[in-house]
């Protein structure tokens, strides 16, 4: 079992539709990141959360620190949004993240 | 937010020769820099650890003298990889962090590397 893990593995939706990306992780964390890259390869800092919610534009990623899990929301989808999207977790110990693998988003017009 | 650049974007380079990826930091310092290397449809794989004036800590399985990295500033990391070989063809990320637990890590758009 990985020790980040996202679902979808894969989602597509049509433009204007509501989004939400799933990302738990089992082990203690001091931060979470969402990541975009696009398919050129180009990764994107989305949010680092170590509690609570945050909102940019049309983004909005949450975390559940007892739970263990954060979620990635996107409003009003659009097919720019097509892209993937990852969460990586911070240890408490250390400063390496570990990386889930990633949710291919497709948005259709 | 804060930038993280990468110089080249794209390179292509033959076998034998070495390349050299520049990583900046570009309005904030970089007290830790982080190089990564992705293959194709798999998740970012840490290669080494740099801290600004002292070595990189590379990862297991992870060729020091193949892969060199040198963080002599705080906003410059360069990672040069020596007598290529065309399995080094890959997608390389730099990342780079502010001094202190609550600095967030910012990315870099990465550098495809192709040796022929």
């Known amino acids: 079992k990985n020790e980040v893990e996202q679902s979808p593995q894969n989602l597509t939706a049509q433009e204007g539709e509501f989004i939400t990306i799933n990302c738990s992780y089992s082990?203690?964390?001091?931060?979470l990141h969402w990541l975009q890259q696009h398919p050129g390869g180009g990764i994107v800092s989305l949010f680092m959360?170590?509690?609570g919610k945050k909102k940019h534009g049309r983004l909005i990623a949450t975390i559940n620190i007892q739970e263990k899990h954060s979620s990635l929301h996107i409003t009003a989808s659009h097919p720019r949004d097509s892209a993937v999207y990852i969460c990586?977790?911070?240890?408490?110990?250390?400063?390496?993240?570990?990386f889930g693998e990633g949710t291919q988003l497709t948005v259709n017009p | 937010g804060a930038v993280v650049s990468q110089h080249p974007s794209r390179v292509i380079c033959k076998s034998g020769t070495s390349v050299k990826i520049e990583c900046r930091s570009l309005?904030?310092?970089?007290?830790?820099m982080f190089w990564y290397r992705q293959f194709p449809k798999q998740s970012l794989m840490l290669m080494a650890t740099?801290?600004?004036?002292?070595?990189?800590?590379?990862e297991q399985g992870v060729e020091k003298d193949k892969f060199l990295i040198n963080h002599a500033s705080l906003t410059l990391s360069t990672l040069t990889v020596t007598s290529a070989h065309p399995e080094d063809s890959s997608f390389y990320i730099c990342?780079?962090?502010?001094?202190?637990?609550?600095?967030?890590?910012?990315f870099g758009p990465g550098t495809r590397l192709t040796v022929t």
């Open positions: 082990v203690g964390i001091s931060a």
């Open positions: 959360l170590s509690s």
């Open positions: 990586a977790a911070r240890r408490t110990s250390g400063s390496r993240l570990t």
């Open positions: 990342s780079a962090r502010g001094a202190g637990a609550g600095y967030e890590q910012y």
């Open positions: 740099s801290n600004e004036g002292s070595k990189a800590t590379y």
């Open positions: 309005d904030f310092q970089a007290t830790t």
